[in-house]
């Protein structure tokens, strides 16, 4: 009996020893899964390493067209308007004839002025056989020298009367050309501002000639952007700058052109620089006067930094992006910005090359998140990925959505 008392106290001394070693046990795997629960993993972000690139830009500038070729018909001589041979509105071509201004009375005034000239030279000929035959005379004493004198004299007047009929018989068919007024550019006539039978003199106006193809546009280009395209012209010559003319409406079509004239002076009051370029317009798709906007194309701005538009943030001090230190730790860094180019957002301080940046979408980032680096495999990619992601996570919304009606309807 007392045997079997020790035996019972010793089982309760080891069933009591094991449960104090399983507990401890437990505590020590209870605080390992904690350990663990609190240290995240690394967190996977395409990262880019900073380095200087040239970006092409994407700008358009407002301007307003132009016709450089614009011309105004007047009246060049005096008389009825009797004849117009258009209809306003209608494209004209060089030379056609518009107008006709009294020319009958041109007609015989160049008549006139042919037969004096005719009878100038008459008179030349005539003086010129004089001249002859007192010089003959001469040698045989048969004339003085002073009536020698005399014919040679009425010679040199009769070559300048010749000379005077020649000029106002030119003057006369120059006023009979001014009769008939006609297009001295290609383009659309406007209104006739003159009626048929009104008395015209020189200086009226009588209508407007706008060529449409092509037309020409001058614009300001801001300093920076002057001096980026003066250095891209160190390559090129002006005319292959390519620009295009975004027409207006919702159906996004241009039209093209290229680049005529960079102004070689910054203006003092708008720091901008004068730009012309020329567009061909075959189809009358925009006219002078009209307001539009010029992109030119293959603008960059050179050796800058830049950032994928969706690696930015705003921090509390602005603008920030993700730097990963030596740990790949991420750290919040406030930047400048600077232009847009197309998916680049151009920095001008904060960061600096060779430095490591986030360049995935930083939702969920916070100061300290480690960072397991992706390769950086271009801004589309990345683009295609968000959206994929995005597109994902949508369609796992609406499925949840009917369960949860379901639930609550049940």
């Given at each position: 009996m007392t045997t079997f008392i020790k035996r019972g106290r010793g089982g309760l001394v080891a069933l009591a020893a094991g449960l104090v070693l399983a507990a401890c046990g437990q505590q020590e795997s209870s605080e390992q899964q904690a350990s663990a629960q609190g240290e995240a993993p690394p967190t996977p972000k395409p990262v880019m390493e900073m380095a200087r690139q040239d970006l092409p830009l994407e700008k358009s500038y407002p301007a307003k067209l132009r016709s450089d070729d614009e011309v105004t018909l007047v009246?060049?001589?005096?008389?009825?308007?009797?004849?117009?041979?258009?209809?306003?509105?209608?494209?004209?071509e060089q030379g056609d004839s518009l107008y006709s201004i009294e020319p009958d009375l041109y007609e015989a005034a160049v008549a006139q002025r042919e037969a004096d000239l005719e009878s100038a030279r008459a008179e030349l000929a005539r003086a010129q056989r004089d001249a002859t035959r007192?010089?003959?005379?001469?040698?045989?004493?048969?004339?003085?020298?002073?009536?020698?004198?005399?014919?040679?004299?009425?010679?040199?007047?009769?070559r300048a009367s010749v000379s005077q009929a020649e000029a106002a018989l030119a003057s006369a068919r120059i006023d009979l050309g001014y009769a008939d007024v006609t297009a001295p550019v290609s383009g659309m006539i406007g209104l006739s501002e003159v009626n048929l039978g009104n008395l015209v003199q020189p200086g009226t106006s009588l209508a407007t000639i706008t060529p449409l193809d092509p037309l020409e546009v001058r614009f300001q280009l801001p300093q920076e952007d002057a001096f980026a395209l003066r250095q891209q012209l160190r390559d090129q010559p002006i005319d292959a700058v390519d620009a295009w003319l975004n027409l207006p409406g919702e159906g996004g079509e241009r039209l093209a052109g290229h680049l005529d004239f960079l102004g070689s002076r910054v203006d003092e009051a708008t720091s901008t620089v004068q730009a012309n370029a020329t567009f061909a317009n075959p189809d009358?798709?925009?006219?002078?006067?009209?307001?539009?906007?010029?992109?030119?194309?293959?603008?960059?701005?050179f050796e800058?930094?830049?950032?994928?538009?969706?690696?930015?943030?705003?921090?509390?001090?602005?603008?920030?992006?993700?730097?990963?230190?030596?740990?790949?730790?991420?750290?919040?860094?406030?930047?400048?910005?600077g232009e847009i180019a197309g998916p680049w957002q151009i920095l001008t301080s904060g960061v600096e090359p060779g430095e490591r940046v986030v360049v995935g979408d930083p939702?969920?980032?916070?100061?300290?998140?480690?960072?397991?680096?992706?390769?950086?495999?271009?801004?589309?990619?990345?683009?295609?990925?968000?959206?994929e992601q995005g597109a994902e996570q949508g369609a796992s919304a609406q499925g949840a959505k009917p369960e949860a009606e379901g639930d609550a309807g049940a």
């Open positions: 009246a060049r001589v005096t008389g009825f308007l009797e004849e117009r041979h258009f209809e306003p509105g209608e494209m004209v007192f010089q003959q005379l001469l040698s045989q004493n048969s004339v003085s020298r002073q009536q020698v004198d005399q014919a040679q004299a009425e010679l040199n007047v009769a009358a798709r925009v006219l002078p006067g009209q307001f539009v906007r010029v992109q030119l194309e293959g603008m960059k701005r800058v930094l830049a950032v994928p538009e969706l690696a930015l943030t705003q921090g509390l001090m602005g603008p920030q992006v993700y730097v990963l230190d030596e740990d790949d730790k991420a750290r919040a860094r406030t930047v400048q910005l939702a969920g980032l916070q100061p300290g998140t480690t960072i397991a680096p992706q390769p950086f495999e271009g801004v589309e990619q990345i683009v295609e990925k968000n959206a």
